[in-house]
């Protein structure tokens, strides 16, 4: 591998922390293209080799990632959350957290009782998998 | 049998210049040993004032690793898959977090009220991610 993929890799890297920190904003390729220092079709074409998925999907795993926390950790109704973490439509929301979670939001908080440890291993570990 | 300290650790950096510049000009940490020993350079550094508790900046590469591996590492390290972690603690998490902040350092989370404390992400140069936390005390 040539110091380039290392770069490229690192790149994708910093964008893909970018959408982490804004994951309650709409997904905005320019902005992320503009991180990564690439144009706005190799920014997607080159996440998902480097991580195995699109921009899109990565977002929408880190928004129901979060929902995910919401619902177990305080007591905001499923529309609040569904709001704060960036859908703007209550049937998107649940549509796409049965489809990644299995369950709806609110058989999900029923089910789950709080965690302790910090963020990062949270958000790295609770994230629905896209790969099976 | 009791075991009774945790003293070396280690993670993986690209390379060891960028690591001083990185841990210690900007994280603050100090030199704790930097010693050429023929086969690697014996990078460690330390938070100030705890030499007991030391972080190999390690290089991937031969003879340790064959350098197709070495190569597989550094991709994954690049990529923030190495699994490489720090969680250092801070008396004050909003003030560091300035400090880093003006100093460029990747901030992957602002701090954060938790039930354990204020805490934050950020990222190294190569792709490790590191906590700074300040501690509740219990």
Excluded at chain 1, 47 to 61: A, K, M, N
Aim: proline residues 5%.
């Amino acid at each position: 591998m040539s110091r380039a993929v290392e770069a490229s890799n690192r790149a994708m890297l910093r964008a893909r922390d970018a959408m982490d920190r804004s994951y309650a904003d709409p997904l905005d390729i320019p902005a992320l293209a503009r991180i990564a220092h690439v144009s706005e079709a190799h920014f997607v074409r080159t996440f998902r080799t480097t991580f195995g998925e699109t921009p899109h999907r990565y977002l929408q795993r880190r928004r129901i990632e979060r929902a995910m926390y919401l619902l177990v950790q305080t007591e905001q109704d499923v529309t609040d959350i569904c709001f704060a973490v960036g859908f703007s439509s209550l049937g998107t929301f649940s549509r796409t957290f049965r489809q990644i979670v299995g369950e709806s939001p609110t058989e999900y908080r029923r089910r789950k009782a709080p965690v302790d440890v910090p963020t990062c291993f949270t958000k790295a570990w609770t994230r629905p998998s896209s790969f099976g | 049998m009791t075991l009774n300290a945790l003293t070396r650790s280690s993670i993986y950096v690209l390379d060891q210049d960028e690591a001083l510049d990185f841990y210690v000009g900007k994280l603050g940490l100090e030199v704790n040993t930097d010693v050429d020993l023929g086969f690697m350079r014996w990078l460690t550094v330390n938070v100030p004032g705890d030499k007991g508790r030391e972080i190999l900046l390690e290089k991937p590469g031969a003879p340790a690793l064959d350098p197709a591996t070495a190569e597989q590492v550094r991709e994954l390290l690049s990529k923030g898959a190495m699994g490489g972690w720090l969680c250092i603690t801070t008396d004050d998490a909003h003030k560091t977090y300035e400090t880093l902040v003006a100093k460029g350092v990747e901030i992957t989370d602002e701090p954060t009220e938790k039930p354990y404390g204020i805490d934050f992400g950020i990222r190294d140069p190569f792709g490790n991610k590191i906590r700074i936390g300040q501690m509740r005390e219990s």
